[in-house]
């Protein structure tokens, strides 16, 4: 009896161990991520679009996606340019990114409140988007994800402290039980490209750095960019959030000028007061990050499009 007894109760240590495997979600999974990517159809470098052009080239990046086949999509938000109507998403998004429709994780951008609500935007995604007000968290394999509207006017009570968004955050990220932690929005709280830092996601910025999230991706910027770890003031700390800028969807890429911020000798950027350096940069062409995403670790590789090299950025770190 004794002997039955026990065999049970390893049978159910046994189901237990392998369910709670199961909850967790795979060892690691594949992420695309990219946002600033389709064409108006009405743009006339959409019906001219050639390889080495700098417009309209969404098509072409999105086959990188594609052939990664990645298990999410993280989109970056601005999906569809410049007036997202229903018809554009069906003819112009659709054929491109819309091909990882199923996968896609999807981020409110500025172009997607061009209509009214955002609701061409909430239609073609359906079910994807967990919450219309544009912020919630979901699990992807063992990393914990948080979704976040940067478009603070749109968002009731904006996006500084004691607001229902950043309240909502921190009650999030405390009830976390996950290593690994990703948050993403549209408008970056760090660059070097053409709009530079944006301080309406500071305090949700802080809050990430207090609760230790290891990574914030943003769209905005017509580049790509990969900054240290930074803290809220955008001092390098190495318990502080990394940050990747990846507008390089298709629709557009831009290089900026000498009076778009400060640079040395060597055009890079310098670092100011409150405008970090990042650690890579890359204006001159479209792409897709592709994210590993590992129980206690993540790997980063930039896949440029039309490059001299299939990949130009790459690296790894540990979570906090």
Same mark, same amino acid.
């Given at each position: 009896? &004794?002997?039955?007894?026990?065999?049970?109760? *390893? $049978?159910?240590?046994?189901?237990?161990?392998?369910?709670?495997?199961?909850?967790?979600?795979?060892?690691? *999974? &594949? *992420?695309?991520?990219?946002?600033?990517?389709?064409?108006?159809?009405?743009?006339?470098?959409?019906? &001219?679009?050639?390889? /080495? /052009?700098?417009? #309209?080239?969404? +098509?072409?990046?999105?086959?990188?996606?594609?052939?990664?086949?990645?298990? *999410?999509?993280?989109?970056? !938000?601005?999906?569809?340019?410049? $007036?997202?109507?229903a018809d554009a998403y069906r003819t112009v998004y659709g054929p491109s990114f819309g091909r990882l429709l199923s996968r896609t994780v999807p981020v409110y951008g500025n172009q997607e409140y061009k209509v009214q609500d955002a609701n061409t935007f909430t239609a073609y995604f359906g079910k994807r988007i967990r919450d219309t007000r544009g912020y919630w968290s979901?699990?992807? /394999?063992?990393?914990?994800?948080?979704?976040?509207?940067?478009?603070?006017?749109?968002?009731?009570? !904006?996006?500084?402290?004691?607001?229902? +968004? +950043?309240?909502?955050?921190?009650?999030?990220?405390?009830?976390?039980? &996950?290593? #690994?932690?990703?948050? %993403?929005?549209?408008?970056?709280?760090?660059?070097? /490209?053409? %709009?530079?830092?944006?301080p309406r996601t500071a305090d949700l910025f802080r809050t990430l750095y207090d609760n230790r999230v290891d990574l914030v991706l943003s769209g905005h910027e017509a580049d790509y960019e990969r900054f240290a770890p930074l803290n809220p003031d955008g001092a390098p700390d190495p318990a502080g959030v990394r940050q990747f800028v990846v507008g390089t969807g298709g629709q557009a890429h831009y290089r900026p000028t000498a009076t778009d911020d400060t640079r040395d000798e060597h055009g890079d950027p310098?670092?100011?007061?409150?405008?970090?350096? !990042?650690e890579y940069a890359d204006f001159d062409h479209h792409g897709v990050l592709e994210l590993e995403l590992r129980p206690k670790s993540y790997a980063w590789r930039f896949h440029p499009l039309e490059a001299d090299k299939p990949v130009t950025d790459q690296g790894s770190a540990s979570c906090h």
């Open positions: 009896m &004794r002997t039955t007894i026990a065999i049970l109760l *390893v $049978l159910v240590l046994v189901v237990l161990w392998l369910l709670s495997r199961c909850s967790a979600g795979p060892d690691t *999974v &594949r *992420v695309a991520a990219v946002g600033d990517m389709a064409c108006d159809p009405a743009d006339p470098d959409l019906a &001219r679009a050639t390889a /080495g /052009g700098d417009r #309209c080239r969404h +098509q072409a990046v999105s086959d990188l996606a594609v052939a990664m086949n990645p298990a *999410v999509l993280l989109g970056l !938000g601005d999906f569809q340019y410049e $007036l997202p109507k979901q699990n992807i /394999g063992r990393w914990h994800v948080v979704i976040l509207n940067s478009n603070c006017a749109a968002v009731a009570g !904006g996006c500084r402290t004691g607001s229902p +968004q +950043q309240t909502w955050l921190a009650q999030d990220l405390a009830a976390n039980d &996950r290593t #690994c932690v990703l948050a %993403a929005w549209h408008h970056p709280r760090w660059s070097t /490209g053409i %709009a530079g830092p944006d310098e670092v100011t007061a409150g405008r970090p350096a !990042g």
